[in-house]
């Protein structure tokens, strides 16, 4: 049993940025994670795109769907142990790539996911997996099991602490990384919270750009903040 169960959508940069926290603590700390899924295209299945999300989100999910497909097929063939290093790739081909990877991901993303797999020295035949909707129902089923932890009024990361009796949460949502140790400081903190059974929330909806490169935010720049809304920004009209 892992010492925290993190439930991720590898095209949610929030997600992202939350997983290199947790990465560097885990250097620091004697601990193990089990990296599950969770798919916001499933999650959102009975949205209308149109009406709730800015144009490409619907895109955008469906992409991370089909890279969780792939990992699907990887860890039924290979194990869980390989979707941390999985995830890793996708994310900084994603997310610390300069601005364009991830219109390469919306079309082409079988294309996209085969020189990912041959780097990490697993069959690239496996990227075909990204059209395999049989996956879907092993992906749904976790991501209700991530749901059935926090409740439905979510989104990405939900991580599981000291499971399976343990707290899950959503979040904690992070724009940029702070230094090694302010990072394990946080990670007390928020451990801390998961222990208290009446803990239920903390939130605002005022986020900086994530301090990622396909975000046109460099290591060292601090984003713009701007009010978002369950993941996505608002638009002008505050809608």
């Known amino acids: 049993m892992a010492d925290l ?3 991720f959508d590898p095209v949610c940069p929030f997600a992202w940025m939350t997983s290199k926290w947790v990465r560097e603590v885990s250097r620091q700390r004697d601990y193990s994670v089990d990296w599950k899924f969770i ?3 499933l999650l959102n299945a009975e949205i209308d795109y149109a009406s709730h999300f800015p144009a490409g989100y619907e895109r955008g999910h469906t992409a991370g769907l089909e890279l969780l497909r792939v990992a699907a097929a990887v860890r039924k063939d290979h194990g869980s142990e390989v979707i941390g290093s999985l995830y890793a790739a996708y994310g900084a081909e994603i997310f610390d790539s300069p601005p364009g990877r991830q219109a390469d991901l919306h079309r082409d993303p079988e294309g996209f996911a085969a020189p990912i797999l041959e780097g990490l020295g697993l069959p690239v035949d496996l990227a075909s997996a990204v059209f ?8 749904q089923a976790e991501t209700d099991r991530a749901l059935s932890l926090t409740g439905r009024d979510v989104g990405t990361p939900i991580l ?9 949460l959503f979040g904690p949502v992070i724009s940029r990384l702070m230094n090694p140790d302010e990072a394990v400081a946080m990670w007390d ?3 801390a919270l998961s222990r208290f059974g009446g803990f239920a929330e903390l939130k605002r909806s005022l986020r900086e750009v994530p301090q990622l490169r ?5 290591e060292g720049v601090v984003g713009a903040q701007e009010d978002w809304q369950q993941g996505h920004r608002r638009d002008a009209a505050g809608s």
């Not at 599981?160 to 899950?168: I, Q």
């Open 160 to 168: 599981h602490f000291e499971p399976p009796e343990g707290m899950a």
């Open 39 to 41: 798919s916001l295209r």
């Open 214 to 218: 396909s975000f046109g935010i460099e």
């Open 5 to 7: 169960d993190f439930y």
């Open 189 to 191: 903190h928020v451990v």
């Open 132 to 139: 395999d909707t049989a996956f879907d129902t092993e992906i």
